[in-house]
Each structure stands twice: as structure tokens, then as C-alpha cells.
């Protein structure tokens, strides 16, 4: 697989990586964990480099952080691990709220380092910002973990261009992760360009619209209890009737080529620049496959035209309930 560099700092990595969240959380219930190791694995024979997780996806067990370094360890040293702080828990493990100060950015580091079997973390996030904590802070926790040597580089999740600015001013952030897709395309206007202008690196989550940019797509309601898709509003009502139609369209065109839609949809992102690294996740050897393929799908311009002719502003509907949609400053 092909290489891209994201950031100034020089982190390099395949141009696809795999995004292991709903081996553990948000996605219902699936607990084959050989499953799991299997696909992790079979990622790295494909070429994949970063695998990314987070103390969220961990469920108060240190679950994903786990499951991740079992499957990694045989080739430890050939890969990137990124993972993410941020949040509070209660007693079931659910967060309740956001804790970015120093001593819990620092508590988490431990945390997933043991958890991870690793002595050092390739990519260090806050998952999302804490409004009691100025993002100044942050950066410069993080920047004390590098110079200690166990992070190499400082990314930030869901956050806007001034924030950016803020960080980076303190320590060069290397990697920006934030949902993009042709479901979600809100990072276009204002977001992207900033991180280009910074020379900050671009990790799309949520490459297929969380599963809607497959062939597996059904209603809201009839995704099992406990899966995120249920209180998805792209996938309700009227909302899901017209998001449906347009990836009707996707498919024709992904079958005229040749591919699937969700291949299509990744080699779009992939066209969108060099600098972008989408993380498609999976729980399936054979998604994953089909998944890594679109590595090798070339887009036309016509293609590129009509695509943005399907889905020119993205899904109807918003990506979070209201009290979980990130606020971007």
C-alpha cells in the first residue's frame, strides 16, 4: 500500500488505516474476540500501519486498548498506534462527562500504555475538547509526554480552526481527526483549510457514514439495542428515506466501475488530497479486504463530478443527538 505523510513532523503511514472502535463499543454486540486479533492481523499483512483506538472505546476494561496490543504485538515496531484521552466515566463504564486536565491526560497515558503492551504511543488525542480546560494546557501536557519519549506525536479530535491555531502555537499538532465522508462533508469550509495551512495531517472516522456507504444499511429501528446507528438521524424517518436514494445512486455508479460503494466512497476521500488518511473500521476479514481495495480504485474527474453531484452537501440529517454534537470553535 501506498505511503502519505501527515504533518510537518514527518509521521508517515499507509494510506488507509483501520479504526478498531467497534470491535468493543457503539456498534451492538459482537464478542468474538479471535474474530477480531484475526482482522487486526490481516490488516497489517495488507499493508496497514495505523491502528487506532481509544480509553472511550475501552467500556471501563481496558477492552479495545487491550484487544489492539495482543494482535499487534508480534509486529509492534512496524506499525503506528494512535489513541485518545479525554473523558469521564461512571461506574458502567459510559462517559459522563470531559477531563483534559494534566493529571488525567497523564493518568490515561499510563493507563494505555499498560494497556497496549507498548512503551511508547505513535499518536497522542484529546478526543474532544474540555471547556474547563483551555487547550494551551493540553498541548503542553502533551508536549511534556513527548519530550519524555512516551508519545511521539500530539493530534486533536473534532476540533475547529482557532483551536488548532491555539494548540499548535504551543506544540506542532501532527494529525487533526474528525468525521469525513461523502455523508459529512461539514470540514470542507473552514476546518480543512486551516489544517492544510498549518501543514497538519487529516484522519477522517467515520469514512463510510458509519456503515450507511455499504451494502448493509437498514432503519434505524432495526439496529439491536446499545448500537450506535439507532439514535443516528441520518438513519430516520424522511431522513433515512433520502440518504437511502442517494446511495441507490452510489451503488449504480460503483457497479458501472466495477467496485462497490464503499470502495468508491474511500477513493473519494483518498482524491480529496494527500495529506488525508480515512480509518475505515470493521469486525469482518472480508469487509476489511473489500475495504483496503479501494486503495487501487482510480476516479476519473467525470466520476469525481457525478459523485458530488449525488451528495453535494453531504446526508440529511445531523451526525450526533444535540447534547453529543461537537461544537467547533
Do not use: C
Not at 22 to 42: K, P
Not at 194 to 210: D, H, K, N, T, W
Amino acid at each position: 500500500m501506498k505511503q502519505r505523510t501527515l504533518g510537518r513532523q514527518g509521521l508517515t503511514v499507509a494510506e488507509l488505516g483501520l479504526g478498531t472502535m467497534g470491535m468493543t463499543a457503539f456498534y451492538g454486540t459482537d464478542d468474538d474476540r479471535d474474530e477480531h486479533v484475526a482482522v487486526i492481523r490481516r490488516a497489517h499483512e495488507l499493508g496497514v500501519t495505523m491502528f487506532d483506538t481509544a480509553e472511550l472505546y475501552n467500556q471501563g476494561t481496558g477492552a479495545n486498548e487491550t484487544l489492539l496490543g495482543e494482535a499487534v504485538a508480534p509486529f509492534r515496531d512496524e506499525i503506528q498506534i494512535a489513541t485518545k484521552f479525554g473523558f469521564t466515566f461512571d461506574q458502567e463504564g459510559s462517559s459522563d462527562g470531559h477531563d483534559s486536565s494534566p493529571a488525567n491526560i497523564r493518568r490515561v497515558t499510563e493507563n494505555s500504555l499498560r494497556y497496549l503492551g507498548t512503551d511508547v504511543i505513535d499518536v497522542l488525542y484529546q478526543h474532544r475538547q474540555d471547556p474547563a480546560v483551555p487547550v494551551e494546557e493540553v498541548a503542553g501536557t502533551v508536549k511534556e509526554l513527548i519530550e519524555e519519549g512516551k508519545v511521539r506525536y500530539f493530534g486533536l479530535s473534532e476540533v475547529g480552526p482557532e483551536t488548532l491555531r491555539r494548540a499548535d502555537a504551543v506544540h506542532p499538532v501532527s494529525v487533526l481527526q474528525t468525521e469525513y465522508s461523502l455523508f459529512e462533508r461539514g470540514v470542507e469550509s473552514d476546518v480543512l483549510p486551516v489544517a492544510r495551512e498549518l501543514g497538519i495531517g487529516f484522519v477522517p472516522y467515520s469514512p463510510l457514514g458509519r456503515g450507511f456507504l455499504t451494502s448493509a444499511v437498514k432503519p434505524a429501528e432495526e439496529y439491536e439495542e446499545g448500537d450506535f446507528r439507532r439514535y443516528d438521524a441520518r438513519w430516520q424517518g424522511d431522513s433515512y428515506t433520502a440518504n437511502k436514494r442517494a446511495v441507490d445512486q452510489l451503488h449504480e455508479l460503483a457497479s458501472a466501475k466495477g467496485v462497490t460503494a464503499a470502495q468508491l466512497a474511500l477513493a473519494w476521500l483518498l482524491a480529496q488530497g494527500h495529506d488525508i488518511v480515512p480509518i475505515p473500521g470493521t469486525r469482518s476479514r472480508a469487509r476489511l479486504e473489500e475495504n483496503l481495495a479501494a486503495a487501487d480504485v482510480d476516479l476519473t474527474q467525470a466520476d469525481l463530478e457525478r459523485i458530488d453531484s449525488i451528495l453535494p452537501h453531504g446526508a440529511v440529517g445531523d451526525r450526533y443527538t444535540p447534547e453529543h454534537l461537537p461544537t467547533w470553535v
